[in-house]
């Protein structure tokens, strides 16, 4: 994937192996992380989109779950075995919570 619209994939992805598949976190997560790759080749601000969290819980409340989950991991793997300082922590959260988006 090179761009911010079709990263949706990654949690409905997960969606389908958890919810319809019944398989668990691990293993669907082990699934996912082998199926996509992102990059982006436009590194300006204006291509790196935030989507609103109100609206996304509103579409899609079962994907804004699964991203929470992505994001809590994530954040726990970082602080685990890179870093505590919640200034980086902050940066690179998937989730920005600060500003609504």
């Given at each position: 994937m090179n761009d911010t619209h079709p990263v949706i994939a990654i949690p409905e992805l997960m969606r389908i192996l958890i919810d319809q598949e019944g398989?668990?976190?691990?293993?669907?997560?082990?699934?996912?992380?082998?199926?996509?790759?992102?990059?982006?080749?436009?590194?300006?601000?204006?291509?790196?989109?935030?989507?609103?969290?109100?609206?996304?819980e509103e579409l899609l409340p079962r994907h804004i779950?699964?991203?929470?989950?992505?994001?809590?991991?994530?954040?726990?793997?970082?602080?685990?075995?890179?870093?505590?300082?919640?200034d980086i922590v902050s940066a690179i959260s998937i989730i920005n919570e600060s500003g609504g988006s």
């Open positions: 398989l668990s976190w691990v293993k669907a997560w082990s699934i996912t992380s082998k199926t996509f790759a992102y990059t982006n080749h436009t590194v300006v601000p204006e291509a790196l989109e935030e989507w609103s969290l109100p609206l996304f779950q699964i991203i929470y989950e992505i994001n809590r991991r994530f954040i726990e793997d970082v602080k685990k075995n890179y870093t505590t300082d919640p």
